[in-house]
């Protein structure tokens, strides 16, 4: 099948075809580039996926977030034969997708999970945004998809949590979370986990865990380990063949 070999050309990594947008609730802002499909129409439904990036793309210049991910969504053999709806939305500097306490003196880092606490900021709004976007006509309701690296991979694990009956499927690299978050997932519910063995930044025991956890209470996990990637797994993850394929077969 020709899009399983995928490369990715100076035309295709158009950044601007994502258009920028900010979505505002009260006196917060959530900054957003969104990629329609080709030749889209508000009369036909598509699939909408949300990506989560790491935390060195936080900020507020709407950019930043695209660094890793972008140019596979805007690869045109992709566009072709998965026309959907991407998002990508940007934390601000301070900001976190998961509520989760760092501390950045040791490595690997250490993290202590707050997953069923309240909400962060950019947690709460990435909520918002998304009822917003799945309310469209052109929205496909039964075919909405969340992925997310490093800090948006553990965004991936808690939006799941506190949305459980929203998502068709996910995606989490180098991420991790509070295992006890996997009694809340949908029976049955299909996430793909990638992590470096090597991750000296993430612990890939976290993915580990987070794949045993969700099995062992009926979901349906399925873990992919690099023995030589680092904490950049998401290089290796984003050039898996089967993984757009895989993800959009999905349906609730």
Not at 12 to 17: F, G, I, M, S
Not at 215 to 237: E, F, R, V
Request: aromatic letters at 14%.
């Amino acid at each position: 099948m020709a899009f399983l070999t995928l490369q990715f050309s100076a035309e295709a990594q158009d950044q601007e075809l994502f258009e920028r947008w900010e979505f505002i609730s009260e006196v917060d802002t959530l900054r957003y580039r969104i990629l329609y499909p080709e030749a889209f129409t508000e009369t036909k439904q598509y699939p909408l996926i949300f990506v989560l990036h790491g935390a060195g793309e936080r900020g507020n210049d709407n950019e930043a977030q695209l660094v890793h991910g972008s140019s596979l969504f805007l690869n045109d053999i992709i566009r072709k034969n998965f026309p959907a709806i991407v998002v990508f939305p940007q934390v601000e500097a301070e900001d976190y997708w998961a509520q989760v306490e760092v501390e950045r003196d040791t490595f690997p880092l250490q993290f202590h999970f707050k997953n069923t606490g309240e909400p962060t900021k950019a947690m709460r709004l990435l909520m918002e945004l998304s009822d917003a976007l799945a309310a469209e006509r052109y929205t496909d309701q039964d075919r909405i998809y969340v992925g997310g690296l490093s800090m948006g991979g553990m965004g991936t694990y808690e939006i799941i949590y506190r949305k459980p009956e929203f998502f068709a499927a996910a995606f989490a690299i180098c991420g991790g979370a509070d295992p006890a978050i996997a009694q809340k997932y949908p029976k049955e519910f299909p996430i793909w986990i990638f992590h470096g063995e090597k991750d000296d930044v993430v612990p890939p025991e976290f993915s580990k865990t987070m794949a045993r956890e969700i099995n062992t209470h009926g979901g349906n996990a399925k873990l992919s380990l690099y023995p030589n990637d680092n904490h950049n797994s998401w290089d290796s993850a984003f050039s898996e063949p089967y993984l757009l394929p895989w993800l959009f077969s999905n349906k609730k």
